[in-house]
Structures are given as structure tokens and as C-alpha cells.
């Protein structure tokens, strides 16, 4: 097999895209199939990059599986990438392993791997599953992809070491029919909460629309980066918070969370980062897919009497403002939420695309 010049994607469990859009900032890697169970997500991916061939069903139907497997052949797929559920990686789930009911979106990924025989393929999934059950998953996994012929590198990633706002560490796994890719490294150099958002720092509860204009000009170097493809602010709504949780924010100083709160207003929450501001000048914590509630965490504005708003805290996951998100209110925080941030995937790609550009040991 001659020099590869492109690699051509199949994403399975794609959600919005962050995983591929992240891919694209380098342009050697293109998502020519997609494929998510969720309607909303999917028509999220299917608008931001409307090239992609995104089809949305369950990936464990015969039929929706033989249509995968024949179209990325089809296509030149190349590489598979992907996140798959994993419920069952507990200790109570070892007994049955990888043949666990719980994990069958995990084994349903595999043998898809198995039937496309890709140069490359990369796992994403949660740190802990590294570690669960003294590592008998992951040993299951590294067994399993050995079988199939590929050589794997794998470990925990920050996505702050690759220029995302964002403390959120995950488990990835790069896998290759002829190359041995390790993992990238990042850099120490963080970006800041305040680099990320402070542009937006306006809006109350209950402000802000669909699309919009710019109200203030960019201040840092990120927010440029953010703003460059994009003539409009989109997905800036800020929650319609109730009249008591308005009054816990207002008692609770800049950057600062619930030990400021008198007792009897603390909540049942048990976690001291609940009812949390982020921190100017630090990197935010792991964004979940309720961020728009003060309750659920740290994600309320540093300084401002709300939640961070979709279009911050997609901000914070790193995708850029052209990157625009469909759906009602829960499915948007699900689609920021769950994704792989953009600039974490553009530092996976960065990485395999060293070992292949030179050529050398053609394929």
C-alpha cells in the first residue's frame, strides 16, 4: 500500500462532532461517515460539517451496521474513532468482562474495527477505565486489540496540556496496523477561564438570544482564535434561574462557591463544588452536560449572577463560534457536555499525522 495523503474518518458514537471537527483543524483528516443514535446531535453534526454522510441509528441493527460497514469501503475509510459507552466496566461487571450486556457498544465498536480493518483507529473513553477492576478491562481491551493485529499505545490525556480552558482528563487509546503512535504530550501553558469568556461576560439569567451580535471586542488571543470564522454570536442564552437560586448567587462573592452560603440554604448537595464560580484565572473544571445549573457543580459565571451560558461553556470545551449547537436547552447541554473537545482531538491528530507524513516503511 503506497504513502497514505488522507485519512478518511468513520465516527461512531460521533454526538455533536467535537471528536471530527477537532480532527479537521488538521487537514489530512476528513469524516466521510458518521453515525450517533441521537436525532438532535446528529442534525448538530450534520450542520457544522455538512460534507460528512451522518446517519443516525442504533449501532448494534444488522442493518444499520451492514450500511457502515459497505459505505466505508465505499469511501476509502481509513481510520475509526469513537467513544463507546462502557456501563458495565465495574468491578461488580467483571465477572463477564467484555461479554457483559452493559458493555455490548464497546464490543459492537471493536468488531466493526474488525470488519473495516482500518490503518488507525483511536478509543476515547473515561479515565477510569484504565484503573477499574485493577485494570482487568483494559487488559481485556488490550487483548482484544492486539488480536485484531494492531499495535496500541494508550493512556490518560488532559485536554488543559492542549490549549483547551479546561481540566478534563480522559483514557485514549491509538491504535495502528504498522506504526507504533504514542500519545501526544501538550504543553504546560494554560488557557485561562478569562481568556476563554470574558468577552461574554454580560448577560443575566434569563438574557440573550439565539443569534446575536458581538456586544464587546475580543481580549485575548483564544477569544480571536474563537471568534475568526465567525461574523455572529450564537447559543449565548443564559438560564432562567428561580428566584432562590438568584438569591444564593447573589450571597456567594466572585470566584468563590458554597461556604458562603448560610447552612439551611446549602442544599442536600453533599459535594463542596456545587453552587461553585469558576475561577478567572484558572482553567475551568471538567464541563458536564448540566452546567447550566448552579446546583449540579462548579459552572456558575466567575463574577455574574448565573450559569455559564452554551456558548461559554462550549468555549470552554474548545469549539470555536462558527461550531453552532440545534436542539432544545437538555440536548445542547448533552451535546457541549459529552463531546471530546476540538483542540484535544486536533493534538491526537497532530500526533498520528507525524508518524505518517514522512512516508517511510510504505503501507
Given at each position: 500500500?503506497?504513502k497514505?495523503?488522507?485519512?478518511n474518518?468513520?465516527?461512531?458514537?460521533?454526538?455533536?462532532?467535537?471528536?471530527?471537527?477537532?480532527?479537521?483543524r488538521n487537514?489530512?483528516?476528513?469524516?466521510?461517515?458518521?453515525?450517533?443514535?441521537?436525532?438532535?446531535?446528529?442534525?448538530?453534526?450534520?450542520?457544522n460539517?455538512?460534507?460528512?454522510?451522518?446517519?443516525?441509528?442504533?449501532?448494534?441493527?444488522?442493518?444499520?451496521?451492514?450500511?457502515?460497514?459497505?459505505?466505508?469501503?465505499?469511501?476509502?475509510v481509513?481510520?475509526?474513532?469513537?467513544?463507546?459507552?462502557?456501563?458495565?466496566?465495574?468491578?461488580k461487571g467483571?465477572?463477564?468482562?467484555?461479554?457483559?450486556?452493559?458493555?455490548?457498544?464497546?464490543?459492537?465498536?471493536?468488531?466493526?474495527?474488525?470488519?473495516?480493518?482500518?490503518?488507525v483507529?483511536?478509543?476515547?473513553?473515561v479515565?477510569?477505565?484504565?484503573?477499574?477492576?485493577?485494570?482487568?478491562?483494559?487488559e481485556?481491551?488490550?487483548?482484544?486489540?492486539?488480536?485484531?493485529?494492531y499495535?496500541?499505545?494508550?493512556?490518560?490525556?488532559?485536554?488543559?496540556?492542549f490549549?483547551?480552558?479546561?481540566?478534563?482528563?480522559?483514557?485514549?487509546?491509538i491504535?495502528?496496523?504498522?506504526?507504533?503512535?504514542?500519545?501526544?504530550?501538550?504543553?504546560?501553558?494554560?488557557?485561562?477561564?478569562?481568556?476563554?469568556?470574558?468577552d461574554?461576560?454580560?448577560?443575566?439569567?434569563?438574557?440573550?438570544?439565539?443569534?446575536?451580535?458581538?456586544?464587546?471586542?475580543?481580549?485575548?488571543?483564544?477569544?480571536?482564535?474563537?471568534?475568526?470564522?465567525?461574523?455572529k454570536?450564537?447559543?449565548?442564552?443564559?438560564?432562567?434561574?428561580?428566584?432562590?437560586?438568584?438569591e444564593?448567587?447573589?450571597?456567594?462573592?466572585a470566584?468563590?462557591?458554597?461556604?458562603?452560603l448560610p447552612?439551611?440554604?446549602?442544599?442536600k448537595?453533599?459535594?463542596?463544588?456545587?453552587?461553585?464560580r469558576?475561577?478567572?484565572?484558572?482553567?475551568?473544571?471538567?464541563?458536564?452536560?448540566?452546567?447550566?445549573?448552579?446546583?449540579n457543580?462548579?459552572?456558575?459565571?466567575p463574577?455574574?449572577?448565573?450559569?455559564?451560558?452554551?456558548?461559554?461553556?462550549?468555549r470552554?470545551?474548545?469549539?470555536?463560534?462558527?461550531?453552532i449547537?440545534?436542539?432544545?436547552?437538555?440536548?445542547?447541554?448533552r451535546?457541549?457536555g459529552n463531546?471530546?473537545?476540538?483542540?484535544?482531538?486536533?493534538g491526537?491528530?497532530?500526533k498520528?499525522?507525524?508518524?505518517?507524513e514522512?512516508?517511510?516503511?510504505?503501507?
Open positions: 500500500m503506497s497514505i495523503e488522507q485519512f474518518i468513520l465516527d461512531l458514537f460521533c454526538g455533536a462532532g467535537g471528536f471530527s471537527f477537532g480532527m479537521h487537514n489530512h483528516f476528513k469524516t466521510v461517515i458518521a453515525l450517533d443514535f441521537n436525532e438532535e446531535a446528529a442534525n448538530t453534526f450534520k450542520q460539517m455538512p460534507d460528512t454522510d451522518v446517519i443516525t441509528g442504533d449501532i448494534t441493527d444488522e442493518n444499520i451496521k451492514k450500511m457502515i460497514v459497505e459505505k466505508s469501503k465505499k469511501l476509502g481509513n481510520m475509526i474513532i469513537g467513544g463507546p459507552p462502557c456501563q458495565g466496566f465495574s468491578m467483571k465477572k463477564l468482562g467484555l461479554e457483559d450486556e452493559r458493555n455490548y457498544l464497546f464490543r459492537e465498536y471493536l468488531k466493526i474495527v474488525e470488519e473495516i480493518n482500518p490503518e483507529f483511536v478509543i476515547e473513553n479515565k477510569s477505565l484504565l484503573s477499574t477492576a485493577g485494570g482487568f478491562f483494559r481485556q481491551i488490550l487483548e482484544y486489540i492486539n488480536k485484531l493485529g499495535t496500541v499505545n494508550y493512556g490518560i490525556l488532559n485536554a488543559k496540556n490549549g483547551v480552558p479546561q481540566s478534563r482528563e480522559r483514557a485514549i487509546f491504535c495502528s496496523k504498522s506504526r507504533s503512535i504514542t500519545l501526544p504530550k501538550g504543553t504546560d501553558t494554560v488557557v485561562t477561564v478569562r481568556e476563554a469568556i470574558s461574554l461576560a454580560y448577560l443575566n439569567s434569563a438574557e440573550g438570544i439565539f443569534e446575536s451580535k458581538y456586544e464587546k471586542a475580543s481580549e485575548s488571543d483564544y477569544q480571536r482564535m474563537m471568534r475568526n470564522s465567525s461574523g454570536l450564537y447559543n449565548h442564552q443564559a438560564t432562567a434561574h428561580s428566584k432562590i437560586a438568584l444564593k448567587l447573589a450571597m456567594i462573592p470566584e468563590k462557591g458554597k461556604e458562603y447552612d439551611d440554604m446549602k442544599g448537595q453533599k459535594f463542596n463544588t456545587t453552587w461553585g469558576l475561577v478567572w484565572n484558572g482553567v475551568s473544571p471538567t464541563i458536564d452536560t448540566r452546567f447550566d445549573a448552579p446546583s457543580g462548579t459552572n456558575s459565571h463574577e455574574l449572577n448565573r450559569a455559564i451560558t452554551p456558548r461559554e461553556a462550549a470552554i470545551q474548545s469549539f470555536s463560534d462558527d461550531f449547537f440545534y436542539g432544545g436547552k437538555r440536548s445542547i447541554g451535546q457541549i463531546a471530546v473537545p476540538p483542540l484535544l482531538a486536533k491526537i491528530a497532530d498520528i499525522w507525524e508518524m505518517y514522512d512516508g517511510k516503511d510504505d503501507i
